[in-house]
C-alpha cells in the first residue's frame, strides 16, 4: 500500500488494522516507547488526507517520540543493524535518554582493588603535603566512575545530540593504614560534547559517530600539587565485525604562564602536551562475552614519552565482568603526568566501552 486514506482505512477490519500498527511499532522503535508510538500511528492514520505515505508517517511518529528516522535509502535494516558490534549499546542509549531516572555510562566504571604500581613518585608529598615523602605504599585501590546526560537531541535538522559528562578516577591508599589511607589522586573531567550518529565506509570500517567536545581536566588540589588542562577535542568511532577503534585528537586550551611562585592563575603544567600528546587511540575486539582492549598514546616528537594501557574483561554474571588493567608510560594521573609508570591491576567492571 502506497498511500493511506481514510476511506481506505474505513474498510479495514479492526483486527487487521491493530495487527498491522503492532507489527510497524515492533519493527521500528525498542519496547519502551512501543505504547507512543502506536497511538502516534493511529493519530497519523485518523487525520490522513490521502496523501501521507505510510514512510512519511512512520518518520513522523518516530520523530515524535524521540527517535532519529533510519533513512529508507541506507542499505541497513534493523536486523543488519543488530548484528553491528555498538548498536546494543546506542539503542539502550536512545531508549533511555529521556527517562530522567537514568543516568548513562560515558567511559567505562570500574573497581580495581588489586591495583600494583612498580614506582610511585614520592617526590611531591613533603612536609607541606602531608609528609608522605618516602610514605606511601604500591599496592593501591583504582577505581573510575564516569557519566553522561542529554541536554538536547537533534539539534542541527533532525541530527547532533548535545551531551555534558562527568569522569572520577582515584587512587586510594586503602592499605596504607599507618598513613590513615589518604587518597593520594583524584583526577576531575567535566566535558561537554556533540555527537553526530553516522553510517560511512572509511577505510574499509564503518565509521558509526562523530563527536566534538571540550574537556577540563584537574585534580582539584592547590599548591605545589595542582595539576590541570583544558582541550578541545574530535573523536571518530569505527567498527568492523568484532573490530571497533576510537581516533581521539585533541588541542590543548593555552594558559597564561605563572607570573611568580605561587601564582594561582598560572600554568601548573606547562610541558603536559610533551607527556600526553596530541591524541589517543582506543582499540577493541569483542569474542563472545570476552573483550580485549589497547590504548595508545604517543607524542610525535619524542618516542619516549607516550603511554600503552591493555584491556581484558572476561564475565562473571550477568551484571558485573572480571577487569584485568595494565599501564605502563606516562600521564596515567595528573600528579605523575611526567613520570613513567608501570601498574597492574584487578577488580571489577561495572560498565564496558560496549
Same mark, same amino acid.
Given at each position: 500500500?502506497?498511500?493511506?486514506s ?15 500498527l ?11 516507547y $512501543?505504547?507512543?508510538?502506536? !497511538? ?10 490521502? *496523501?501521507?505515505?505510510? #514512510? @512519511?508517517?512512520?518518520?513522523q511518529?518516530l520523530?515524535?517520540?524521540g527517535?532519529?528516522?533510519?533513512p ?35 567511559k ?9 604500581a612498580t614506582s610511585?613518585?614520592h ?6 603535603n ?21 541536554? $538536547?537531541?537533534?539539534?542541527? !535538522? ?7 559528562a562527568?569522569?572520577? *578516577?582515584?587512587w586510594? #591508599? @586503602?592499605?596504607?593504614i ?13 566535558e561537554a560534547f ?16 562523530t563527536?566534538?567536545?571540550?574537556s577540563?581536566?584537574s ?5 605545589g600539587l595542582?595539576r ?12 568492523k ?7 581521539k585528537?585533541?588541542?590543548?586550551i ?13 600554568d601548573?603544567n ?21 573483550n ?11 618516542e ?11 564475565p562473571i554474571?550477568q ?5 584485568v ?15 613513567s ?14
Open positions: 500500500m502506497t498511500f493511506l481514510t476511506q481506505a482505512l474505513q474498510k479495514w477490519p479492526t483486527s487487521k488494522m491493530l495487527c498491522t503492532s507489527f510497524l511499532a515492533a519493527y521500528t522503535v525498542p519496547a519502551a $512501543a505504547e507512543t508510538y502506536d !497511538q502516534c500511528l493511529l493519530r497519523g492514520i485518523k487525520s490522513a488526507d490521502g *496523501t501521507l505515505t505510510l #514512510q @512519511a508517517l512512520r518518520a511518529c520523530s515524535a517520540t527517535h532519529e528516522a533510519v529508507a535509502d541506507n542499505g541497513k535494516s534493523e536486523e543488519n543493524e543488530n548484528k553491528d558490534l555498538l548498536a546494543d549499546r546506542i539503542k539502550s542509549e536512545r531508549a533511555t535518554r529521556n527517562n530522567p531516572f537514568t543516568i548513562s555510562p560515558h567505562p566504571n570500574y573497581l580495581l582493588p588489586l591495583s600494583y610511585i613518585d617526590d611531591h608529598w613533603g612536609t607541606d602531608g609528609n608522605l615523602q618516602g610514605h606511601l605504599s604500591p599496592a593501591e585501590i583504582k577505581f573510575q566512575i564516569s557519566i553522561k546526560a542529554p541536554v $538536547a537531541t537533534g539539534i542541527f !535538522q533532525g541530527k547532533g545530540d548535545l551531551y555534558v562527568y569522569t572520577n *578516577t582515584s586510594w #591508599q @586503602a592499605y596504607n599507618d598513613n590513615s589511607s589518604p587518597f593520594r589522586e583524584t583526577n576531575h573531567e567535566p556533540l555527537i553526530f550518529p553516522m553510517h560511512q565506509n572509511v577505510f574499509g570500517l564503518n565509521l558509526r559517530a563527536a566534538v567536545g571540550i577540563h581536566q585534580n582539584g588540589r592547590a599548591g595542582s590541570g588542562w583544558n582541550r578541545v577535542y574530535a573523536n571518530f568511532i569505527l567498527e565485525d568484532n573490530f571497533y577503534m576510537s581516533f585528537p585533541w588541542w590543548r593555552p594558559e597564561k604562564k605563572k607570573e611568580y611562585p605561587g601564582d594561582a592563575e598560572g601548573d606547562p610541558d603536559i602536551v610533551d607527556y600526553m600528546g596530541y591524541g589517543e587511540l582506543h582499540f577493541g575486539y569483542k569474542m563472545g562475552d570476552y580485549l582492549g589497547l590504548m595508545v598514546r604517543n607524542n610525535l616528537r619524542s619516549n614519552k607516550g603511554a600503552i594501557q591493555l584491556d581484558w574483561t572476561f554474571n551484571r558485573f565482568k572480571g577487569y588493567q595494565y599501564f605502563n608510560g606516562y600521564g596515567e594521573s595528573l600528579i605523575d603526568y611526567n613520570d609508570v608501570s601498574r597492574i591491576s584487578a577488580g571489577i567492571m561495572l560498565t564496558d566501552w560496549l
